[in-house]
């Protein structure tokens, strides 16, 4: 069974809509969610982390967090084409050390 | 300032070689993980240390896998007698401090291809 899940798409959106890419946990406790961002053939950086329920936004970014739903988002409003990308959902579980485990990613096209 | 840096960054052995892969983390961060990502597949978890310490081993395949830290820098991932399942890319992340609301920043990863 896999511990995070997340739709690999390809999800694609035009230039300026909003992006909009899920991801859920299994039944565990958890402390902390990372959004990472991967273009192909790149390592992963960080885009958003966000500790507790509610809505964390930075400049075009919002990650939404909902632990009763075992639910996290990020929202990506004015897409670019820049932002085509792989996104991948991390979680650090309560008691299995400092590792994420990752989902498969959601890879994003925006259209020009 | 300088980033995690992994070498080599592509590596072709054949089918039974043994392989070692360098990571160098970013100075003076306590925690380093190893990640293995299958092409399509998001990272998954090896092993982390911190400092000279491995504290978790749980996800290395099999006992053809071997890393270590000695000095509590730079860390050695080594796979021993090389199979066709090993390919894929090896990536290594570093965290400043050793708690799970750390962000990991990750080195290029090494591309290892068994033939």
């Known amino acids: 069974q896999k511990e995070v899940e997340q739709n690999s798409g390809p999800l694609s959106v035009p230039e300026g809509a909003i992006a909009s890419l899920n991801c859920t946990y299994s039944?565990?406790?958890?402390?902390?969610f990372f959004w990472y961002r991967q273009y192909s053939g790149k390592s992963p950086e960080l885009i958003m982390f966000?500790?507790?329920?509610g809505d964390k936004e930075d400049g075009r970014f919002t990650a939404q967090l909902n632990k009763a739903s075992q639910y996290v988002s990020l929202l990506i409003r004015d897409s670019q084409p820049s932002d085509s990308a792989t996104y991948l959902c991390?979680?650090?579980?309560?008691?299995?050390?400092?590792?994420?485990?990752f989902g498969t990613g959601t890879s994003l096209t925006v259209i020009p | 300032g300088a980033g995690v840096s992994q070498s080599p960054r592509y590596k072709v052995a054949k089918r039974g070689q043994d392989v070692a892969l360098r990571c160098d983390p970013i100075?003076?961060?306590?925690?380093l993980f190893w990640y293995q990502q299958a092409l399509g597949q998001g990272p998954e978890f090896l092993t982390y240390?911190?400092?000279?310490?491995?504290?978790?081993k749980s996800g290395l395949p099999s006992d053809r896998f071997f890393a270590e830290r000695p000095e509590g820098s730079v860390s050695t991932l080594k796979i021993q007698r090389t199979q066709q399942e090993d390919s894929a890319v090896y990536l290594c992340?570093?965290?400043?401090?050793?708690?799970?609301?750390?962000?990991?920043?990750f080195g290029p990863g090494t591309r290892l291809t068994v033939l």
């Open positions: 992340a570093s965290s400043r401090l050793n708690n799970p609301y750390n962000e990991q920043f």
């Open positions: 039944d565990r406790g958890s402390q902390s």
């Open positions: 966000i500790y507790s329920n």
């Open positions: 991390a979680v650090n579980f309560l008691n299995t050390g400092n590792q994420f485990y």
């Open positions: 100075s003076g961060h306590v925690s």
């Open positions: 240390f911190q400092n000279e310490a491995q504290l978790d």
